[in-house]
């Protein structure tokens, strides 16, 4: 069983930066993929990044590449989420998901994930 804790939202300004942190509770950080994943109201829940626990492949949807960059840290529990240039369309709750699956595609999905943190909102106003 892993629990996540999502933290790091918050309202800013169109072109701003936020960076999210999602912290992962006991010892087996290591043997999880995770993945950031976001919602609107009345949406579906989708995906934004993924980093596998190989720590070999990152990928971004195509709305949010160049834009967010994904990154682990393995000595503290922790998946880190920046994003910068952030624009009013970004507005969502973020998710973080942790996974054992190490296929992109797979990844991709919310089906691909295990375990989910509870979500913390971003705003960006215009």
């Known amino acids: 069983q892993v629990q996540l804790e999502e933290s790091g939202g918050g309202l800013v300004q169109a072109g701003g930066s936020l960076r999210l942190s999602c912290v992962a509770s006991?010892?087996?950080?290591?043997?999880?993929?995770f993945g950031w994943f976001r919602q609107e109201p009345g949406k579906e829940r989708k995906f934004v990044a993924s980093?596998?626990?190989?720590?070999?492949?990152?990928q971004y949807a195509d709305y949010v590449k160049g834009r967010f960059t994904i990154s682990r840290d393995n000595a503290v529990n922790t998946v880190h989420l920046q994003m910068d240039s952030l624009k009013p369309e970004d507005t969502a709750v973020y998710y973080c998901?942790?996974?054992?699956?190490?296929?992109?595609?797979?990844?991709?999905?919310?089906?691909?994930?295990?375990?989910w943190g509870q979500g913390t909102q971003v705003t960006v106003s215009s």
């Open positions: 998901a942790a996974g054992t699956s190490v296929h992109t595609q797979i990844l991709r999905g919310a089906r691909g994930y295990m375990f």
């Open positions: 006991g010892r087996t950080f290591g043997r999880y993929s």
């Open positions: 980093i596998n626990k190989l720590e070999d492949n990152t």
